[in-house]
């Protein structure tokens, strides 16, 4: 079994910071991208930064210059700084990653169960 578990939403004014941090587990082999998704109310879910297993990242332009995705391969996390935040950026984050498990041939896509940003006017 492999889990994601998102932690570090909340409520926060325009211009906070928030960081938020995804943690894999279970019978991981290794671990290739890693990402960051988010899904406002009534809209599709977006990639908002991505990092490869050597650390080359890439940003939506939403939020170049404000975010900053990171990653500790020692503890399978991914990590979302999130700084000068707006309130266009309420929504409920989700990190995934592609993964190989042990004992178990191929690539698989793992989601975690999501955490919520709200950032208040």
């Known amino acids: 079994q492999v889990q994601l578990v998102e932690s570090g939403g909340g409520l926060v004014q325009a211009g906070g910071s928030l960081r938020l941090s995804c943690a894999a587990s279970?019978?991981?082999?290794?671990?290739?991208?890693m990402r960051w998704y988010c899904q406002a109310p009534g809209k599709q879910r977006e990639l908002v930064a991505a990092?490869?297993?050597?650390?080359?990242?890439n940003y939506a332009d939403s939020v170049k210059g404000r975010f900053t995705i990171s990653r500790d391969n020692a503890k399978n996390t991914v990590y979302l700084q999130m700084n000068s935040l707006k309130p266009e950026d309420t929504a409920v984050y989700y990190c995934?990653?592609?993964?190989?498990?042990?004992?178990?041939?191929?690539?698989?896509?793992?989601w975690g169960q999501g955490t919520q940003v709200t950032v208040s006017s």
């Open positions: 995934n990653a592609d993964l190989q498990r042990i004992g178990v041939s191929g690539t698989y896509r793992y």
């Open positions: 279970g019978s991981i082999s290794s671990i290739n991208a």
């Open positions: 990092i490869t297993s050597t650390g080359i990242t």
